[in-house]
């Protein structure tokens, strides 16, 4: 009954292996005509084992493969638990004792098994190592195998807390037999750390009973019936108090369950239960949902100990972003913002987020910008274990190469430009990395403003004013600077007007002041409340030094520093 | 005394002027300043390209960035890639550029906390490869800064130009070309105190506003001389390989 895969084979890489096909809106299972006779009271064989015309007659036959993890638990805690000579066991509590649920192999060698108490366990182990149990991190861990696993099945579901069941029906051809595809899924599964049993039935449910049972492979419907009939109903997982129930009346088996009148053990144990018999001997039919995995990625991984060590801050994260860089290759997603949060022992957490100008799955331009940002991180207490999450996540567009022909576009297109704005900024911070635009505007202080540098990086901003024309370079103007229209503008400005001191009526600024230019008056601005009226001048100091100056229009008609013709 | 000569021209702490010198046809690594009078004091007739130049000034204001616009708006009009304005004392005149044809749209500024932040993003900028040319204004920078910036503008092919106090003249530096601004007489001066490949000269007045325009002087013998001992020096040669 039980035939365990055959671990002796050369893989392909993983990556290589192709992914099949989803099957839009395919109907699991459609209802047949359920039998409603009862089943009889004793002694004669259920109708069940009759060639009857169930569901799978009419549709495509399925064929279900269940991969179970019975280390879960333990796997879910992180490698070092999972690797660990030591006896670990992980512990949950269950009737307000701590009882353990899964013992590693030194711990099964010293004779603590599940169920056990703690104190018990602990007895026959006093070095004994334990972990509470994390269903979060359980359901995470075998989310990201179902996701792994869409590369065997169109449909795979999960069966939590630890069986994933994959329609293979469909895929035997592509992986060429049933033999090698389930050895396939347990290399692989192996590889990844995890120790996996591989079951197969037309039936879901099936599967998943024979999994608990140790493992098995049923092909044909008809041959159902044999298997299951001797498997203890422990194996269903239903209630403790419907298993003592059962028990009660002398029924351990399924096959002995079978053999119940349906409407009274129905009414006795519960419909769900009839139902549940039902499906697995595909009386009735099992839609399953196809897990799909969430648009964003989370990641966690423990450092083993506690560090502010950037290296291996460095390390964790790296390995983060490498799974991070395969979960966007499998979705064909890009990110636009990375978040790390360091997780401190005694609680808390220190968060850094990279955000990109574009959304992207390079993860060599993230990782130098993350080593950038260790190396200015301080960590309030050492870190236990990094996440990484990512925002919304993008659809990645295909990439668009240049002809060779258009030379200079592929130049443009490289992205090297906001590489540089994103990296200065990881150290610097935001705001220490700003952009200039012109505005079309006469009033100096308005002309201009700071903008994102990568905000419309291809136009350049608002047309320019008339005095803000483009003056010829002085080699090529030949020396005829007699543009009277051109009003030369300083090339460094004040923020803040400085307020100039007078002597004797004449403005000072290290010195009485030279007018060279002037006046030139600004006058705009009655509408939106910064009223201006100026008169500008061009003036010069002792030291050679041009300045801009003005002299307001209105009383007290101060001097003001404008600019610096640097 | 030939041995002694052969010892000292061998010796690897003694930097000869010749060395490095822009040969013809590499142009392409100068830019034309766009003032005759210094194009004619610098080796190739221009600024030199993807290294490191010094300029020193007492004040600002006298003409420091006046001196570069030419070059720096016609790289821009060559080449794809940002000007970087590192720490500026104030806050450049976006139509002001737009006169002298930067395109304002390439002009990344960027404000770090001290000295050593700004060393910190003016090699980031010049080693990215994407920069035509990297402006900062930092106060203390010592000779192997001097030479890592150096290498980073070869690597990245843009120009730097780190302007600083006055008072870094007597400082040893890798910088291919050092000058100091003052003003003179009439106008500003130019004092190409350390030219990598050719002579050390002033230029007087060098944009020419009041009309004057003297030739290129050669230094004085006198003053020529500390001078030379400045840029030629044993034990410069570290700072200018």
Not at chain 1, 60 to 72: H, T, Y
Not at chain 1, 79 to 106: D, F, I, K, M, W
Not at chain 2, 168 to 178: F, G, V
């Amino acid at each position: 009954m039980v035939s365990p895969p055959e671990p002796d084979s050369v893989l392909p890489a993983e990556r290589g292996t192709p992914r099949p096909r989803p099957e839009r809106g395919r109907v699991t299972a459609v209802p047949g005509p359920a039998r409603q006779q009862p089943l009889p009271l004793g002694g004669g064989e259920p109708p069940a084992e009759d060639p009857s015309p169930s569901y799978s007659r009419q549709r495509r036959s399925q064929l279900w493969l269940c991969v179970r993890l019975p280390g879960i638990a333990l796997e879910a805690l992180g490698e070092s638990a999972a690797a660990t000579a030591e006896p670990v066991a992980v512990v949950e509590e269950e009737g307000g004792q701590a009882v353990v649920h899964l013992a590693n192999r030194a711990a099964a060698a010293a004779g603590i098994g599940s169920g056990q108490t703690l104190s018990a366990a602990l007895a026959l182990a006093p070095g004994l190592l334990t972990c509470s149990r994390r269903p979060r991190r359980e359901r995470i861990l075998l989310e990201s195998l179902a996701d792994w696993a869409g590369r065997f099945s169109p449909l795979v579901s999960l069966e939590a807390p630890d069986a994933l069941l994959l329609e293979v029906q469909g895929s035997l051809r592509l992986f060429r037999g049933l033999e090698r595809l389930c050895r396939l899924v347990t290399e692989g599964l192996r590889q990844r750390g995890h120790r996996a049993l591989v079951c197969v039935a037309p039936t879901p449910l099936a599967a998943l009973w024979l999994s608990r049972d140790g493992g098995g492979r049923v092909e044909g419907a008809t041959a159902l019936p044999q298997h299951l009939n001797p498997l203890d109903l422990r194996v269903t997982g239903w209630p403790a108090a419907v298993l003592r129930g059962l028990a009660g009346i002398g029924v351990t088996t399924i096959g002995e369950c079978r053999r119940l009148p349906r409407e009274g053990f129905a009414r006795r144990f519960g419909a769900a239960r009839l139902q549940a018999l039902d499906r697995a001997f595909g009386r009735l039919p099992d839609p399953r949902s196809h897990h799909s995995s969430p648009p964003r990625f989370r990641e966690q991984i423990d450092l083993g100990e506690e560090t502010r060590d950037e290296a291996l801050l460095a390390a964790g994260c790296s390995r983060l972003l490498a799974s991070l860089e395969d979960f966007l290759l499998r979705h064909q997603r890009a990110a636009r913002r990375l978040r790390f949060r360091f997780f401190h022992l005694r609680g808390g957490a220190t968060p850094l987020t990279l955000g990109f100008s574009d959304a992207g799955c390079d993860v060599e331009h993230w990782r130098s910008l993350l080593g950038i940002r260790l190396e200015r991180l301080r960590l309030p207490a050492p870190a236990i274990a990094v996440e990484l999450a990512t925002g919304r996540l993008e659809h990645r567009g295909g990439d668009t190469a240049a002809l060779p022909l258009m030379a200079d576009q592929a130049a443009r297109q490289d992205g090297g430009l906001p590489r540089l704005v994103e990296s200065l900024r990881a150290r610097l911070g935001e705001d220490a990395v700003r952009g200039l635009r012109c505005l079309a505007e006469h009033r100096p202080q308005q002309a201009w403003h700071e903008v994102d540098p990568l905000e419309g990086m291809t136009d350049g901003g608002a047309g320019p004013s008339p005095w803000n024309r483009v003056r010829e370079l002085p080699a090529a103007a030949g020396g005829g600077e007699g543009d009277d229209l051109l009003l030369e503008r300083p090339l460094w400005i004040l923020t803040q007007p400085q307020r100039l001191a007078v002597h004797e009526g004449h403005p000072c600024h290290d010195g009485p002041l030279r007018f060279v230019e002037g006046p030139e008056r600004i006058e705009s601005g009655w509408w939106d409340g910064a009223d201006t009226a100026r008169d500008y001048y061009v003036a010069e100091t002792d030291a050679g030094v041009r300045l801009w100056i003005y002299r307001e229009r209105r009383p007290p008609a101060a001097w003001y520093l404008q600019g610096i013709f640097g | 005394m030939d041995e002694a000569l052969e010892q000292l021209l061998g010796s690897y702490r003694l930097w000869r002027g010749s060395e490095g010198a822009v040969r013809e046809g590499e142009a392409g690594r100068v830019a034309a300043t766009g003032y005759s009078r210094l194009d004619a004091c610098l080796p190739g007739g221009g600024w030199p390209l993807a290294s490191l130049t010094e300029a020193l000034s007492g004040a600002c204001g006298i003409g420091e960035l006046r001196l570069f616009m030419p070059a720096l708006s016609a790289l821009c009009r060559q080449r794809e890639g940002w000007v970087v304005w590192i720490a500026p004392p104030h806050v450049p005149y976006a139509p002001a550029l737009m006169q002298w044809g930067l395109e304002v749209s390439r002009v990344l500024l960027i404000h770090p906390a001290g000295d050593q932040e700004a060393l910190w993003a003016m090699e980031q900028a010049l080693s990215s490869g994407t920069c035509v040319a990297v402006l900062a204004w930092i106060n203390r920078m010592d000779e192997r800064t001097s030479r890592r910036l150096q290498l980073a503008a070869g690597r990245g092919e843009s120009w730097a130009i780190a302007f600083r106090p006055a008072a870094a003249r007597r400082e040893a530096s890798a910088a291919a070309l050092r000058l100091m601004l003052r003003p003179g007489s009439n106008g500003t001066d130019v004092d190409l105190f350390k030219v990598r490949g050719a002579r050390p000269a002033l230029v007087s007045d060098y944009d020419g506003r009041d009309g004057s325009c003297p030739l290129p002087l050669m230094r004085p013998p006198g003053e020529g001389l500390t001078e030379v001992t400045g840029a030629v020096g044993v034990g410069e040669r570290a700072g200018s390989g």
